[in-house]
């Protein structure tokens, strides 16, 4: 949340958004993460037009959280079919490569330049990204115990989170109880061969 509205600058969700915002394109890269998965969440509830990265499993989902267009990641006319959609008030990376990082960074060229944040933080790569293009990294966990931030967080976990589950207009995703903490090897595997998209995995230790 607070990459979000914080560091990107989004508006915060509302029932009652701003329409003027339908009127701003918002990409998130790999919205078929978990990261992604709520910051798609996030910007479409703030009133955004979102348009997302993602394998062609995850497009349902995407699309069921209000994204207007889901891109396969790997199509080879990802650089022009997202560019045809801007310009773009914001770009958000929750998961990337660094091949991934050059084409969001010549897609913010394309409008002048600028920079995007990355989860993943600025890859290494061979290719300079354009002039006035920039890739940002930050630590969210310490926006939350900064005391300037006191209202924002409040209004996070209470209001947000905490009406959003009542209410049922926060969704939480898929997550995967895969048994006790013996079965935290068969966890990392399963991360390491990248099989585990857009759901957290659970481990209870009462099982065990």
Do not use: C
Not at 17 to 30: E, Q, Y
Not at 119 to 134: I, K, N, Q, Y
């Amino acid at each position: 949340m607070s990459a979000m509205i914080l560091h990107v600058g989004l508006d915060r969700p509302s029932k009652t958004p701003s329409s003027a915002n339908r009127d701003h394109n918002v990409l998130i890269w790999g919205g078929g993460s978990s990261f992604g998965f709520f910051a798609v969440q996030i910007s479409v509830q703030a009133g955004y037009t979102v348009h997302t990265t993602a394998s062609s499993s995850s497009k349902p989902t995407l699309l069921s959280l209000g994204a207007s267009t889901v891109h396969d990641y790997r199509s080879p006319t990802i650089t022009p079919d997202l560019l045809a959609l801007g310009p773009y008030k914001a770009i958000f990376s929750a998961q990337d490569t660094a091949a991934d990082q050059l084409i969001m960074a010549q897609l913010l060229a394309s409008q002048g330049g600028g920079s995007f944040i990355s989860t993943m933080g600025p890859r290494p790569t061979s290719t300079p990204l354009p002039d006035g293009v920039s890739v940002e990294f930050v630590q969210y966990m310490d926006d939350y115990f900064m005391k300037e931030n006191e209202e924002f967080k409040k209004w996070v976990f209470e209001e947000y989170i905490e009406r959003g589950l009542e209410e049922r207009t926060v969704s939480l995703g898929e997550v995967e109880d895969i048994g006790g903490l013996g079965s935290v090897g068969m966890g990392l595997d399963m991360l390491e061969r990248g099989v585990v998209r857009g759901r957290k995995l659970v481990f209870r230790p009462d099982l065990d």
